[in-house]
């Protein structure tokens, strides 16, 4: 029977669709927040009456307490994380605290208020950076190249050890890139996508980028938060990469996005060496074997789908902000 599901990170894009489908599963869905001055719960507009938001922080152990003990959850997926990559360069404190040490606090709270919890952790493809082999799989050794990746390898291994020390339902989620209308504006796929949509519309002329070369395994959010529930559904815990097993580079990527529109990319995109990494990640290619055979789990949405789907919504949002603003 679906039971009590606590979300930290509700308010972003995985937070979204993953309440979503938990609703619609039958949960009782609560979802945790930093305290913030400015409304942040647009992705969730859809079904906000339905899901119970609660104030606290991961760099708070006893707020996590607290709310475990108030809440009573069955399942906890721990999303929050201080995830944009360029950000950890300049906030590498900050992003080791939540991002890694972060998911240590959860676990503890875990363990002191019910052990019998199942969780779910977010881990990244980042974690993999400078990659030692191709596909990487979940015996892939990790070579993190920023201090985000860092911090998501010190998250996936303390997961593991408090798995093995303490008999814990926890699993790891190693998603690559996934992307949807709901990825910030500070990302380079909706970069992109919003970018063409406001050239199309004739109310920005150039789209700067930085690599354009770089490789990623993209896939739809929506497909991946399946994987995440899935992963709890286990008759027992473990760790799973979750991606499409196919690889696109950024320039297909602008290709497709700007095809959509019947614009073509070298019109448009200018390089700005600003956007380029201090330690560039060249090449991310996903096996997902072991989610497919244990979870049953494959992706629905096809790369050129989620392109389309993202220019689209974009150019509907940038259409009515410029009816709004005339």
Known sequence: MPGTAFITGITG??????????????????????????????????????????????????????????????????????????????????????????????????????????????????????VQETPQTESTPFYPRSPYGVAKVYGYWITINYRESYDLFASNGILFNHESPLRGLEFVTRKITDGVARIKLGVQDQLLLGNLDARRDWGFAGDFVNAMWLMLQADTPGDFVVATGEQHSVREFCEIAFGTVGLNLEDYVGIDPRFYRPAEVETLLGDPSKARTELGWEPQVTFEQLVTMMVEEDLHRVEREIKLGS
């Open 13 to 130: 894009q995985d937070g979204a669709y993953l309440a979503k489908l938990l609703l619609e599963k039958g949960y009782q869905v609560h979802g945790m927040m930093r305290r913030s001055s400015t409304d942040t719960l647009e992705r969730l507009s859809e079904f906000v009456d339905d899901i119970t938001i609660h104030q606290g922080d991961l760099l708070d152990q006893l707020s996590l307490v607290r709310l475990l003990d108030e809440i009573e959850p069955t399942e906890v997926y721990n999303l929050a994380a201080q995830s944009f990559v360029p950000t950890s360069w300049s906030q590498p404190i900050l992003t080791g605290e939540t991002t890694g040490l972060g998911v240590t606090r959860v676990l503890e709270a875990i363990r002191q208020v019910n052990p019998q919890i199942r969780m779910y952790q977010a881990s990244s493809s980042e974690m993999f950076g400078k």
